[in-house]
T-cell receptor, first 112, second 108 residues
Framework: NAGVTQTPKFQVLKTGQSMTLQCAQD?????MSWYRQDPGMGLRLIHY???????DQGEVPNGYNVSRSTTEDFPLRLLSAAPSQTSVYFC???????????FGQGTRLTVV | KNEVEQSPQNLTAQEEEFITINCSYS?????LHWLQQHPGGGIVSLFM???GKKKHGRLIATINIQEKHSSLHITASHPRDSAVYIC??????????FGQGTRLTINP
């Protein structure tokens, strides 16, 4: 039972590079979201999706894009990486928005 | 002021001690979550509750909606309980707002 799978686990980028963080879930969950976790701060919502084809911005969306072409996948794209995007990123899913949330293992991203 | 405040921020205790972590929030919520994060690890959901009390093994979570307060208790604590415990509240139908976490260390 895979749950929520995030790849990669670690990534180092140079300023200005682009990349995609992958998130996949096999629980047929409608609701998926991306968070970033920074020292001394709680997790903050970047983008979320309530179903295939529907996405919306969270608290800190600037510099990130998402799409939801299938129920299973919710990739997060960094268009032009900046040092301020150095963080640990978590993907989460839930059956609906108000049910138990399942988290991936996280992606530790460093932008130099 | 953060919408979700946890206390204490750091807690060190001896094995077998009874542990309490507190969470206060200032907004209307539909549910409250307690999560656990081990060092370098992912985040695991411990409880989701909207009223009363829930128990799972040595963990107990309570919530008082009127006082906007929740507590997570660990009985007979063990070094493997060492982790960061995170309180999160659900505002409306979808969005989670997180506390800063409580770092718990249990010494043998």
């Amino acid at each position: 039972n895979a749950g929520v799978t995030q790849t990669p686990k670690f990534q180092v980028l140079k300023t200005g590079q682009s990349m995609t963080l992958q998130c996949a879930q096999d629980m047929n969950h409608e609701y998926m979201s991306w968070y970033r976790q920074d020292p001394g701060m709680g997790l903050r919502l970047i983008h979320y999706s309530v179903g295939a084809g529907i996405t919306d911005q969270g608290e800190v969306p600037n510099g990130y894009n998402v799409s939801r072409s299938t129920t299973e996948d919710f990739p997060l794209r960094l268009l032009s990486a900046a040092p301020s995007q150095t963080s640990v990123y978590f993907c989460a899913s839930s059956l609906q928005g108000n049910t138990e949330a399942f988290f991936g293992q996280g992606t530790r991203l460093t932008v130099v | 002021k953060n919408e979700v405040e946890q206390s204490p921020q750091n807690l060190t205790a001896q094995e077998e001690e009874f542990i309490t972590i507190n969470c206060s929030y200032s907004v209307g919520i539909s549910a409250l979550h307690w999560l656990q994060q081990h060092p370098g690890g992912g985040i695991v959901s411990l409880f989701m509750l909207s009223s009363g009390k829930k128990k799972h093994g040595r963990l107990i979570a309570t919530i008082n909606i009127q006082e906007k307060h929740s507590s997570l208790h660990i009985t007979a604590s063990h070094p493997r309980d060492s982790a960061v415990y995170i309180c999160a509240v659900r505002k409306g139908a979808q969005k989670l707002v997180f506390g800063q976490g409580t770092r718990l260390t249990i010494n043998p």
